[in-house]
């Protein structure tokens, strides 16, 4: 598995900038805490898949 860049230190930067496989990555792993997470998480989560389709890669 490779090694990414902690989420804290993402989230302080552009997605544009973020690598596909940290996308891919905090996509999936925000989706399966979906039920948990509160407005702010899932605005983030809107965030990366709006990133994703922008690069087609979902």
Do not use: C
Not at 4 to 22: G, Q
Not at 47 to 54: F, R, T, V
Request: charged share 35%; net charge negative; glycine share 2%.
């Amino acid at each position: 598995m490779d090694t990414f860049r902690d989420f804290s230190e993402l989230t302080m930067m552009s997605k544009k900038k973020w690598k596909d496989e940290e996308l891919d990555y905090y996509q999936q792993a925000l989706s399966q805490v979906l039920p948990y997470i509160n407005s702010e998480g899932l605005s983030k989560l809107h965030e990366i898949n709006e990133e994703l389709y922008s690069r087609n890669l979902k």
